[in-house]
T-cell receptor
Framework: GENVEQHPSTLSVQEGDSAVIKCTYS??????FPWYKQELGKGPQLIID?????GEKKDQRIAVTLNKTAKHFSLHITETQPEDSAVYFC????????????FGKGTHLIIQP | DAGVIQSPRHEVTEMGQEVTLRCKPI?????LFWYRQTMMRGLELLIY????????DSGMPEDRFSAKMPNASFSTLKIQPSEPRDSAVYFC????????????FGPGTRLTVL
């Protein structure tokens, strides 16, 4: 099965600064790389994803970059705001995207005012 | 659309009792997933269904756990008998069967087994 590692486990940044979270995976067949955000008391919600034929994808203040050779992908959040405070999970599914997700341990992002 | 609906939102029970968690997926979705979240183990996939058929239940921890999906709009996760180590938040998610597709999570059921 897929082995997923996520770093750091906790990240504290000043409001307005950038945050970067990295995820490494083991399954070479992985070809879909999503990031989910979980706010307190809620279920995870997809915020951005990327497919293996693309190296980078951007959506306003968030972006995901993929390095298939090194088997890692990263979430970048620029101009952080208080509402960005949450737990972020990478969740590359094995065997493509039709199966259940394998979640990393999560990164608790804290935005300091 | 109301999103994925789970009930109850909170459940407190005593060890040995049967617990049934319920899920109503988003209308039109044909994949349904059950996950469990704990501090120690994070988010774990328990079982998932495609077109109401269980595809992979390798994440179900023990025979005490069972899940059913009798129709496209309803699924249950049952624990019998429950144990304190089953205490967790249980999430149901639904999606459209295809590669690269988003999963939509419900609000979760917080289960406490005393």
């Amino acid at each position: 099965g897929e082995n997923v590692e996520q770093h750091p486990s906790t990240l504290s940044v000043q409001e307005g600064d950038s945050a970067v979270i990295k995820c490494t995976y083991s399954d070479s067949a992985s070809n879909y790389f999503p990031w989910y955000k979980q706010e307190l008391g809620k279920g995870p919600q997809l915020i951005i994803d990327i497919r293996s034929n693309v190296g980078e994808k951007k959506d306003q203040r968030i972006a995901v970059t993929l390095n298939k050779t090194a088997k890692h992908f990263s979430l970048h959040i620029t101009e952080t705001q208080p509402e960005d405070s949450a737990v972020y999970f990478c969740a590359p599914p094995p065997k493509g995207g039709a199966d259940g997700l394998t979640f990393g341990k999560g990164t608790h992002l804290i935005i300091q005012p | 659309d109301a999103g994925v609906i789970q009930s109850p939102r909170h459940e407190v029970t005593e060890m040995g009792q049967e617990v049934t968690l319920r899920c109503k997926p988003i209308s039109g979705h044909n994949s349904l997933f059950w996950y469990r979240q704990t501090m120690m183990r994070g988010l774990e996939l328990l079982i998932y269904f495609n077109n109401n058929v269980p595809i992979d239940d390798s994440g179900m921890p023990e025979d005490r756990f069972s899940a059913k999906m009798p129709n496209a709009s309803f699924s249950t996760l049952k624990i019998q008998p429950s144990e304190p180590r089953d205490s967790a938040v249980y999430f149901c998610a639904s999606g459209i069967l295809a590669f690269y597709n988003e999963q939509f999570f419900g609000p979760g059921t917080r289960l406490t087994v005393l």
